[in-house]
């Protein structure tokens, strides 16, 4: 076999094998030790010591110091430890059923109440994970004991938890950037009016549906509705200081005052004064904090030491240039290289996650952007939309089984299915509508930065 034929097998021998349900980090991990001491090899193993001179594991080594001491990465961390602080704080439960008695006129109040509270959280946190599993165990119980059909109440939470990997601070942006080599500034410029319009048509989808079948979505009983006073109080009292510490956060990063990383600093020492203020700070909250943070963030640099050793080794064999090679000879216009690049990615959704997706393909397809003339940040735009569809997607929608595990019995997965399906149809028309208008994703960043030039 040649090396791009060998790159190819090692392909498909990892999607096989996740697909057979082996932990995805430690695959790419050993399938890119496997293939790498392959790649590498010099022959000539005479003593036990020339077996480990391979060149693989100083790749291997290499690949691990540059995750760790990665100045963009820093921010993960940092940005998972203030989610974290913000969730135990009780100012999302706060959130939530203070939106749902001031959106109570409108129809479905809990969905729009739960898909703006999911905005915000995911504000704070940039995790799809936490996002639906706490709104999993705060807003579905809610909607499920006013009546809500359990498969619309599912969609609602499925579709607003992957929010978190588009809203700034997303953490797929800061990996994005670390890969394309682009600004996290502009990516999160870029990203801000996606993430608004996608919440946007998902309201107005929820709205229309309710209005065409009311009985989806029972409206709140007089007698459990609380005095306007109490409610706009309440409101005020938890939405506004969430609200102020992300625009701080966000703002001191769009404006160049400050790094992702150190904003996401500034951003968990203020979730830690707001849990005080909230007097729901304890050691014992703490720490939980801090180990979820340190577990998340581990998961996630071996995620990132497995995938870049994967593409290492599988660009070194040829893999990368195999399917270069195959684009190109297509003589595609620009708008049908894009669309293929996004069908893509949208098949790959199915069996793998964001990051493998990210550092495995999305690398083939950024050389390329120069020859047809595509903006690299706009390119990353429609991968951030198109990377929801990975967490929506059946079979391996990974929001729907966030949700089913905190659930459990208490609804089928093909009822989160049904819900959650509307959803991936909207974010293919946000896709589609910001091809047709570029500018949602570049005017801010060119109003902050200036004019992106190649």
Not at 129 to 153: E, I, Q, R
Not at 248 to 256: A, E, R, W
Request: with cysteine.
């Amino acid at each position: 076999m040649t090396d791009p034929q060998v790159a190819i097998l090692m392909l498909t021998l990892f999607i096989g094998l996740v697909l057979l349900g082996f932990p995805i980090a430690f695959t790419l991990l050993a399938m890119g030790v496997g293939f790498g001491y392959y790649a590498y090899f010099q022959g000539g193993i005479e003593t036990v010591s020339d077996v480990f001179s391979n060149n693989i594991f100083y790749l291997l080594n290499q690949n691990t110091y540059s995750v760790m001491e990665n100045d963009t990465l820093v921010a993960i961390p940092l940005f998972l430890f203030m989610g974290y602080v913000v969730e135990r704080a009780n100012i999302v439960n706060k959130l939530f059923f203070s939106l749902q008695m001031a959106a109570r006129n409108l129809p479905g109040s809990m969905a729009i109440a739960a898909l703006v509270t999911c905005a915000v959280f995911s504000t704070a946190s940039g995790i799809v994970g936490a996002v639906v599993t706490l709104m999993g165990l705060l807003a579905y119980p809610a909607m499920n004991k006013a009546g809500y059909d359990k498969s619309f109440a599912s969609g609602v939470i499925c579709a607003g938890g992957t929010l978190g990997i588009l809203i700034p601070p997303s953490i797929m942006l800061i990996v994005y950037a670390a890969i394309a080599e682009l600004s996290p500034l502009r990516l999160y410029a870029a990203a801000v009016f996606p993430g608004l319009m996608l919440a946007g048509l998902y309201m107005v989808y929820v709205i229309i549906r309710v209005m065409l079948n009311p009985n989806i979505a029972p409206k709140p009983r007089a007698e459990d509705v609380p005095p306007p006073a109490k409610i706009y109080l309440d409101l005020l009292i938890s939405f506004v200081p969430l609200t102020v510490l992300i625009m701080l956060v966000l703002g001191s990063i769009l404006g160049g005052l400050a790094t992702p990383a150190e904003a996401a600093a500034m951003g968990a020492m203020g979730g830690m004064v707001l849990a005080v203020i909230y007097r729901s700070f304890s050691w014992q909250k703490l720490k939980e904090s801090v180990f979820l943070t340190a577990k998340a963030t581990a998961m996630v640099c071996w995620l990132f030491v497995g995938s870049w050793t994967f593409a290492s080794v599988f660009s070194y064999l040829g893999g990368h240039d195999i399917i270069e090679h195959w684009v190109l000879a297509m003589n595609l216009e620009p708008w049908q290289f894009l669309v293929l690049a996004q069908l893509i990615i949208f098949f790959l959704g199915w069996p793998l996650e964001w990051s493998e997706i990210l550092i495995i393909f999305v690398p083939i397809f950024l050389p390329m952007l120069d020859t047809f003339g595509v903006n690299p940040y706009f390119f990353a735009m429609l991968v951030a939309l198109n990377l929801q569809t990975s967490f929506l997607t059946p079979p391996m929608a990974m929001s729907a089984y966030y949700l089913k595990g905190v659930l459990k019995n208490d609804i089928e997965l093909m009822d989160i299915f049904k819900g959650i399906m509307p959803y991936l149809g909207i974010v293919i028309f946000s896709m589609v509508l910001m091809y047709q208008f570029p500018g949602i994703a570049l005017w801010l960043p060119d109003q902050l930065f200036g004019e992106y030039v190649p």
